[in-house]
């Protein structure tokens, strides 16, 4: 079944890119000027989805608003001939169909996902965690979807490798290697330290997920933090029914935190032919006046 949904938890508060998201939803932060949650939809709809379910909290129209046509901004950009920006504008106005649901509670994400519940119907669909930002070719989500359409629409849970000292920030998976990138999974342990850690494969947000996951994540108990994960839902789900665990291909930016965010800036900026050159000189001149040794 072709997976047609997709919901972005977007209800946290970003405490750290205070004070910015004092007044500014952290999703609406640009890399560059490009909106962080503009890549992680970008990767849904190049996958194919048609609908995201963002699960929202109070001062978060904002990303709504970026998905919607601004007919006034619109009409603005016409007068004044600015064609090329006007043609962006339509673009991101269009390019899916948004719905938002609120988390009126922030009680972690498990219980952020189940409040999508009534917007899913019985159909597999898929979550994507805006704080991280995965670029490849092919979307990574879209990876995930072939392997579950490949598997009977199974839940398949994209993982990468992280270095063990680093699996207490992640959801870690566990279970048996069926071919180099996949595993069948097991289980599935919320921020294990690393001495209890199963393995290093971490997800860092993109899942796709079965219905059945519902009443799981109506039953679980509070988690690690004291929140409803996402992660202990999928543990149980491995009981039930095929969960596999997928080493997607991709480059990712933990834009979540600061260091992960200026990580993103700069291979952006190095990588757009129109910033690239102009940012060289800067880098040169800032290392040189910083008396950095390279
Ligand atoms: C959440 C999930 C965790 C996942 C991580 C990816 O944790 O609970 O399983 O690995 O996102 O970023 P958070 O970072 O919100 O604490």
Redesign the pocket.
């Known amino acids: 079944m072709k997976i047609k949904k997709a919901i972005i938890p977007i209800a946290?508060k970003g405490t750290r890119f205070l004070p910015a998201t004092k007044e500014i939803a952290k999703e609406i932060i640009p890399i560059i000027n490009v909106p962080m949650i503009h890549y992680v939809v970008q990767e849904a709809v190049d996958a194919g989805i048609e609908q995201i379910i963002f699960v929202t909290s109070s001062g978060k129209f904002s990303v709504e608003d970026y998905f919607d046509r601004n007919q006034e901004l619109e009409a603005f950009l016409e007068r004044n001939n600015k064609t090329k920006e006007l043609e962006l504008i339509k673009k991101i106005g269009s390019m899916v169909d948004v719905t938002a649901v609120r988390q009126k509670e922030q009680l972690?994400?498990g219980h952020a996902v189940l409040m999508a519940k009534s917007m899913i119907g019985h159909e597999p669909f898929a979550v994507l965690?805006g704080?991280?930002i995965v670029i490849n070719h092919q979307p990574a989500i879209k990876q995930l979807m072939d392997v579950s359409l490949s598997n009977q629409g199974a839940a398949v849970i994209g993982v990468m490798e992280v270095p063990q000292e680093d699996t207490s920030?992640?959801?870690?998976v566990k279970g048996e290697r069926i071919n180099p990138k996949t595993l069948k999974m097991n289980g599935m342990v919320?921020?294990p330290k690393p001495h209890e850690a199963p393995t290093n494969l971490?997800?860092?947000?993109r899942y796709i997920l079965t219905p059945e996951i519902f009443e799981i994540l109506e039953k679980i108990p509070r988690g690690?933090?004291n929140e409803y994960?996402?992660?202990d839902a999928i543990n149980v789900l491995c009981q039930q029914k095929n969960v596999f665990a997928y080493q997607f291909e991709g480059e990712r930016f933990?834009t979540?935190n600061i260091h992960g965010y200026l990580d993103a800036t700069i291979d952006f900026a190095l990588k757009d032919p129109e910033t690239r050159e102009k940012f060289i000189t800067s880098l040169q001149y800032r290392i040189k006046k910083y008396g950095i040794s390279l």
């Open positions: 946290g972690g994400l965690l704080d991280d920030k992640y959801g870690i919320e921020k971490a997800t860092p947000g690690a933090g994960q996402l992660t933990d979540g």
